[in-house]
């Protein structure tokens, strides 16, 4: 049974990905803004969802006087690094990624200064409600500032693009979908795993971990595999600014949240020397090459095998 449920998830996000790129693609050309703030704004907050949703459930929890202050946490570190490493470095190989300069420096400035921002918040070991407050705050800053790059009026339509309404619909319609489907095919995934015998800590650390990246990684396959690079590319850095600020934000808004110093003393270094890496990688030659893709990819990999050696010696 689990392993058929395991095949109807993979399934679905296949199809939930096909369906959210056509109608991302015909949205993006009827509204006449680029691909990559299709992917930034839209996209990236629609694959974060269900972070979001486990955010404010462990918050409410922890109000009610409960300690999941790590689910938050180490679910927006686990997912950053998952989007950042593995689904970058993977797309990575697929194709050359490619930005503007001028993009380049815009939102990789953001990703640092959002990652330092939770840094600072946490070095105490607790985020308040102010604290919570400023990176939300800091979030809906940056979206206001990607909304003004959007120019009202109709784009030029091309042949093939769904109508407006449609497009919309698509977009939506897709996007439950791939959600959706992620959460079934790692709920499925591990009951195989631990059928299988598998330890809970390879199903925790690469599973669940990679699991909460499924959106990101199918919708940017898809993407890159029908040639639009850059949604592909704004998904992923729109994802991991949303990722770093909005769970963190959100739970701390409910109720004070715990940050574990394991997290501030590893997780938080990592992902930042992975995020300078990627930076580097791109303003070089304004995109990521196959090599680099491999590189970062191998990072991840390195990352995941830590994870897995400290928690076998424990």
Known sequence: MDIALLILGLAGLWFGTEVTIRGAVSAANRFGVSEFIIGVVILSIGSDLPELAIAIDAGLKNAAGGNYSDVVVGSALGSTLGQIGFVLGFVGLLSYLTLPLG???????????????????????????????????????????????????????????????????????????????????????????????????????????????????TISIAAVMKGHHRMSVGNLIGSNVFDTLVPVGAAAVIAPLNFDEGMLRFEVPYLAFLTVTVLFFFLRKRGIQRWEAAVVLALYCVYVLLKLTVSFLR
């Open 103 to 217: 993009v380049i420096y815009r939102h990789g400035s953001t990703l640092i200064v959002s990652l330092a921002l939770l840094a600072l918040f946490g070095y105490d070991g607790t985020v308040t409600f102010i604290e919570g407050l400023a990176l939300l705050l800091v979030y809906a800053i940056y979206l206001v500032a990607l909304l003004n790059e959007v120019h009202a009026g109709a784009g030029a339509a091309q042949e093939g693009d769904l109508p407006l309404r449609r497009a919309m619909v698509y977009l939506v319609v897709g996007l439950v979908i791939v959600v959706g489907s992620a959460e079934l095919t790692v709920s499925s995934a591990v009951s195989v795993a631990r059928m299988l015998g598998l330890s809970d800590a390879v199903v925790a650390i690469i599973l669940i971990g990679l699991g909460s990246s499924l959106p990101e990684l």
